[in-house]
């Protein structure tokens, strides 16, 4: 009574695989009806062989009535099942895959399904990433698909590398043949990591600074898979030979691309990495020529033009507010771009600084940079004899004086042109001379702009005299008496008249300024860094 009892669910088994053994058409009729009869027939006969032997294996493992001890208890759905102890071959248990996987069968030749991909993608052992990786399938190979899961998002595939089969993402993926009769396989077990075993190499990681095209080759000329963004961090797993291109996993999906390493930062030990061969250069259909997207730059401020990227170069024109020019190539920092020249023809680099772009620089081409130009050594001389000092004006110290006839290196400029610094004409380190009556030999515009030092704290002049002067409205008598400056008193001097014979001071009777003659004055103070003064019209004389 017992043995039927348990025949009953084991032939209801077998009558579920011999209908899922015939696998009825889907709605569509096959071409090669005959060849697909064969087929399910044999598909049929294989499941019943395999009922046959869970069957008997069944059987075999049930005690009987003889077989039992005497004091052995009846099983019951309550009471566990005990495992023999003196057989290997005990009551069948479930195995690690939920459904048994479809016997291989001689497949028509009108109903093989190929897969081939877009990008490199991962084959693993079950759908995701939880899976391990069994090998590659690299773009132009086709392999055979055999089943498909449930939803249609992963396929089954015959190892591109090896024996066996694999499951391949069906997102960079393109299937060919009659899909609607593959067999639908159950994802296997989840795999359990494995405790305390540690990997030999760290893994090793890649972030980049700017968001970077992910590419399917090492290149400008693949496709791109995705956009890898800053902070994100990818596992890298192999390289270019040149160590320029790095391949990582796809960062929003399955498979690898390849990454330009300009901005990457890297965790681990990329020269550890196995080197990659790149993927066929892709060929362009033909008739298909891509138009690119034209990029185009403006500037918020007028921005030097020049031969190449810096100041080295000499300047082919000044990029103004408001002009619109088509760029053509960049720098491979990209804070250069090569741009139509807005005012002529060919070309001439911009600083990018101030410069907004329209349309994906990214894909531009990086341009070499030519040759730094041999300065042209620029020189000066001046016109009248000329203070020159720590920083550009009167607030700083005179180093030296620069005399007419001489001439001097000049090694920079303030940022107005307006004060040059020279090699000190009558010794060593450099001094600012005032550019009024300065003249150049060579390009100023190439020399560097210097930042202006901190302006000196003015340490105050003053004057005493030994006899009751006169101070006037100008440098002389026929200019009238402001005030007399007494024997005894102080005076602040604020500038001085070009041959040092008048200084001029504060007003020590009141409000403004007088001139007082030198001639029995005493200075204490740098009265070397008082401003020149200019004097003010000679007065009509009065009749």
Known sequence: MRRKNWLLPVMMLFVVLALSGCNLFDGDQPEDLEGLVETYTAQTQAAQNQIGTIVAGTLAAMPTAEEKSPGEAVITEE????QPTHTATATLLPTATPTL????TDTPAGSIVYAQVSV???CRTGPGKVFDKVSVLNVGKQVEVVARNAFGTYWVVKNPAGAGTCWLWGTYATVSGPTAHLPVWDSPPTPTPVSGVAPTLAAVTLKVSVPTNCRVGPGLAYDKVTILQPGKTVKVVA?????DFWVIENPTGEGTCWVWGAYASFTGLPGSL???APPPTPTPQAGLTPTPTVVTLKVSVDTNCRVGPGKPYDIVTIFKIGQTAKVVGRHATADYWVIENPAGEGTCWVWGEYATLSGSGANLPVWDVPPAPTPTPVTLKVSVDTNCRTGPGKPYDIVTIFRIGKTADVVARNAANTYWVIRNPEGSGQCWVWGKYATLSGSGANLPVWDVPPAPTPTPVTLKVSVDTNCRTGPGKPYDIVTIFRIGKTADVVGRNAAKTY????????SGQCWVWGKYATLTGPAESLPIWDPPATPTPKP
């Open 79 to 82: 009471t566990p099942v005990q």
């Open 101 to 104: 996987a479809p016997t291989p």
């Open 120 to 122: 490199p993608t991962n």
């Open 239 to 243: 390289r270019h030979a040149s160590a």
């Open 274 to 276: 196995p080197v990659q």
């Open 503 to 510: 200084w001029v001071i504060r007003n020590p009777e009141g």
